[in-house]
């Protein structure tokens, strides 16, 4: 989730992430913001800490707090002294990250923050032989490199975050596509499909991702 009221750079930041395989749901102002951050499950927020509405980044760091959401939360805004920083952190802020910045910080402070809650596992996400770098985005199994499309890439990333978590239909449409998109649940089938094809059926070894029926979808050894 990207709260950036300058368009622009809401923007700018929204299609740079969509390039890196992630979906990204944008909100203009404070209020638009905190109401979707508090109804919905993020992986992770972009703050704006200046912003129209009534509210701004500080109090809606300090109300998701105070609804027991963990999410992660970098903040990004022109204050930069020591002060905005210290006052940002403390209202439930897990990065600091100063106007102007650049895309690829940006970026690997989010790969950074994604990391800590799937207990630091690192570039590399991994069940069995088969491997997805969230880096170089690169995908093998049994030291052979698969392709993937980005929408594929996201799915199999969820997939391999929460492995051996039994995931349902409705938990991969919130993580995987944005809050805008049409998407049916045959849509997830779909894709399970491509997946399926190019990690299990190329393979001669077991399959990874496994059905279960009226529940949703899990991968595991």
């Known amino acids: ?16 992430l969509e390039q890196e ?3 990204v749901d944008v909100a ?39 609804g027991g959401i963990k999410v992660p ?41 994604l990391r800590r809650p799937a207990e630091s596992l690192g570039t590399a996400l991994v069940v069995a032989d088969l ?31 929460n492995a051996g978590r039994v995931l349902s239909k409705d938990d991969i449409i919130s993580h995987v596509w944005d809050f805008d998109a049409d998407v049916l649940p045959n849509t997830v089938e779909v894709y399970m499909g491509y997946l399926r094809k190019k990690i299990d059926r190329a393979f001669k070894g077991a399959n990874l991702i496994h059905t279960l029926r009226g529940f949703g979808y899990k991968i595991s050894e």
């Open 131 to 161: 491997s997805l770098d969230t880096v170089t985005h690169e995908v093998a199994r049994a030291d052979k490199k698969i392709h993937l499309s980005r929408r594929e890439f996201s799915l199999l990333e969820y997939l391999l975050r």
């Open 73 to 113: 939360i970098i903040m990004v805004t022109a204050k930069d002294q020591i002060r905005d920083r210290v006052s940002g952190l403390d209202a439930g802020a897990d990065d600091y990250l100063v106007k102007p910045f650049s895309f690829e910080e940006l970026l690997a402070r989010i790969r950074a923050l």
């Open 1 to 16: 989730m990207v709260i950036e009221d300058e368009r622009k750079i809401a923007n700018s930041v929204k299609r740079g």
């Open 21 to 23: 395989s992630y979906a």
């Open 28 to 66: 203009y102002d404070g209020e638009e913001g905190l109401n979707s951050a508090l109804a919905a499950e993020y992986d992770l927020i972009v703050l704006d800490r200046m912003l129209p509405g009534g509210i701004d980044g500080l109090e809606i760091c300090r109300e998701i707090r105070k």
